[in-house]
C-alpha cells in the first residue's frame, strides 16, 4: 500500500511531462476576440480539439447537445435551490437557438433574473454582446460562438455564486513586488474546472507567469520527447520481462496504439502515462487538461510572458537515469494501479483484500487532495501530504530524485524575482510539494524575510 502511494508523489512535484500519444490537429487561428476564453472552454470539455480547426464552422447538433450537458453538469454542482422550470423554446443552431438551448440548462434553477427570458437573461450575464444593435440571433451559430456563450454563461453563474476551485495559493511580498505562489497537481480531476474569478483574475493580471517547465518551449518538448523513446537500436522488449511487455501491450492498444508505437518508448515513459491514465475519474473533463497546463494557456492566451525555471531535459533526466530494475518495477506497479482489480488475478484472497485497500486508498488521497486544492486547504493538504516523511527516508530511487535540489532551486528562482528593482507582479505555478514542508517555496521565502500568507479566501 506504501509503495502505490509514494507513486502518486509526482502528481505534486513535477510539470505535466508526460507524452502526448495522438497527434494534435493543425491549429486555425483563432480570431482575437476570443482568446481569453479558449482555456476555459477548453478545460471544461465544451469542445475538443476541434475548435482550433472548425472554429468558424456552424456548430451541429451533436456538438450543441455535448455543450449543455458539460453546462447542465457544472450548473448542478453550483447546488442553487431548484424550481419550476414549465417553458418551450425553440431550440436549433442559429444564435437564437442555441442561446435557448443554454437558457434551459439555467431555468430549472431559482438564479437572479432567470424569469426575465433568455435573451434578456443571458444578455443580463454577458454571454451575448451583438455588435451593437443587433445580436443576429437568426444567423447560424458558429462553433467558437456557441463555446463562448456556454463558457460565458458558465462562468457568469459561478461567480454570482462566489463559486469555483480556489487554488493552493500564498502571496509572497518584498521589495515592492509581489509573486503570488501556487501549487499545482498535475492532473484534471474532481471537477477542477472552472477556477473561482480570483484566482482567474491573479492569472490574467500578472506581468509573467512561471512554471516548473515552458510549456510553450518547442525546443525544450522536441528534447524531452527525443528522451522517452530509444535510440540505440533496441525496444522496450528488450528493456522488460516478456511477461511485463505483453501486459504493458495489452493495456495500451485499446487505447489506439499499436505494439510498434509501444515498443518504442522506455519503461519510466510509459511508467507516467499510466499514473496519469489512472488518476483520471468521471469527473475528468474530456480534455483531461491538468491545471499547470490551463494556467500556462490562459497565461499566454492574456498575452502575459511565460518562464520556465527548470527545463524538459532536467525533469527528463530525472526519469532517464534511473536504473533499469527501478524503471521494470515502477512500470510494472503503475500498470498496475492502471489496471486496479483486473491486476489482482492469482493474488490469495488475503493478497487481494491488501491489494483493494491500496487502490482504494489511492483514489481517497488524490480526492483528498483535489478537495483541498479546490478550497485553499493548505493547512489540510500540508498535513495529508507525505513530503516531509519521504524526505526523511530517501531510499526510494525515484522519491530522492524527486526532492533533490528542486526545492532550492526554486526559493532562489522566487528570490531573484523578488529583489528586483521596480513594482512586479507574477504568478509561480508548480507542483504543491514544492511549497510545503520543511524545505519549501513557502518556509524558504520566510526564511529569507519575506512575508508569505495564504491568499485570503474570496
Not at 42 to 66: C, N, W
Not at 145 to 160: K, S, T, V
Amino acid at each position: 500500500m506504501k509503495k502505490l502511494l509514494t507513486l502518486l508523489l509526482a502528481f505534486g512535484l513535477l510539470g505535466s511531462t508526460v507524452p502526448v500519444f495522438a497527434a494534435e490537429a493543425q491549429a486555425d487561428p483563432i480570431p482575437a476576440w476570443a482568446y481569453g476564453e479558449v482555456a476555459d472552454i477548453y478545460a471544461m470539455g465544451l469542445t475538443g480539439d476541434e475548435i482550433y480547426t472548425d472554429h468558424s464552422k456552424p456548430v451541429t447538433q451533436e456538438q450543441l447537445d455535448k455543450m449543455t450537458q458539460v453546462v447542465a453538469d457544472k450548473l448542478a454542482l453550483l447546488e442553487v435551490e431548484q424550481r419550476s422550470s414549465d417553458g418551450s423554446f425553440v431550440l436549433d443552431t442559429t444564435r437564437g437557438g442555441v442561446l435557448n438551448a443554454l437558457y434551459m440548462e439555467a431555468l430549472p434553477y431559482a438564479f437572479a433574473e432567470v424569469d426575465a427570458g433568455p435573451v434578456e437573461f443571458l444578455s443580463s450575464l454577458g454571454v451575448v454582446h451583438g455588435d451593437g444593435a443587433d445580436l443576429a440571433l437568426d444567423r447560424p451559430c458558429t462553433l467558437l460562438e456557441a463555446a463562448c456563450f456556454a463558457n460565458r454563461m458558465i462562468l457568469a453563474l459561478y461567480d454570482q455564486q462566489n463559486a469555483g476551485s480556489l487554488g493552493l495559493l500564498w502571496k509572497a511580498e518584498g521589495n515592492g513586488n509581489t509573486l503570488y505562489l501556487l501549487g499545482s497537481i498535475h492532473t484534471d480531476r474532481g471537477n477542477l474546472y472552472p477556477f473561482h474569478k480570483q484566482l482567474r483574475d491573479i492569472i490574467t493580471g500578472v506581468e509573467l507567469a512561471a512554471f516548473e517547465l515552458d510549456f510553450n518551449s518547442q525546443e525544450g518538448i522536441d528534447e524531452f520527447t527525443a528522451m522517452q523513446v530509444y535510440s540505440d537500436g533496441t525496444t522496450l522488449k528488450d528493456h522488460i520481462s516478456t511477461e511485463l511487455y505483453q501486459e504493458v501491450v495489452d493495456a495500451l492498444t485499446p487505447l489506439g496504439m499499436t505494439e510498434e508505437e509501444i515498443a518504442l518508448f522506455k519503461p519510466w515513459t510509459l511508467a507516467n502515462s499510466f499514473t496519469s491514465l489512472s488518476m483520471k475519474d468521471e469527473s475528468t473533463s474530456d480534455n483531461a487538461m491538468a491545471l499547470d497546463l490551463y494556467v500556462n494557456a490562459k497565461a499566454s492566451n492574456a498575452g502575459i510572458s511565460v518562464e520556465g525555471i527548470e527545463t524538459y531535459a532536467f525533469q527528463g533526466k530525472i526519469f532517464d537515469d534511473l536504473s533499469d530494475e527501478y524503471q521494470e518495477n515502477y512500470l510494472a506497479m503503475t500498470l498496475s494501479m492502471y489496471l486496479g482489480m483486473d491486476a489482482a488475478e492469482g493474488l490469495s484472497e488475503e493478497e487481494r483484500a491488501a491489494y483493494e485497500a491500496a487502490l482504494k486508498e489511492q483514489d481517497a488521497a488524490v480526492d483528498r487532495w483535489m478537495a483541498q486544492w479546490k478550497t485553499r486547504n493548505t493547512e489540510g493538504f500540508a498535513n495529508d501530504y507525505p513530503k516531509d516523511e519521504i524526505q526523511a527516508n530517501p531510499s526510494d530511487e525515484l522519491n530522492s530524485k524527486l526532492f533533490e535540489g528542486r526545492d532550492p532551486n526554486m526559493i532562489a528562482w522566487a528570490d531573484r524575482y523578488l529583489k528586483q528593482s521596480g513594482s512586479h507582479t507574477g504568478i509561480m505555478t508548480v507542483g504543491a510539494g514544492h511549497m510545503i514542508g520543511k524545505t519549501g517555496v513557502v518556509q524558504g521565502l520566510k526564511d529569507l524575510g519575506y512575508t508569505v500568507e495564504v491568499m485570503p479566501l474570496p
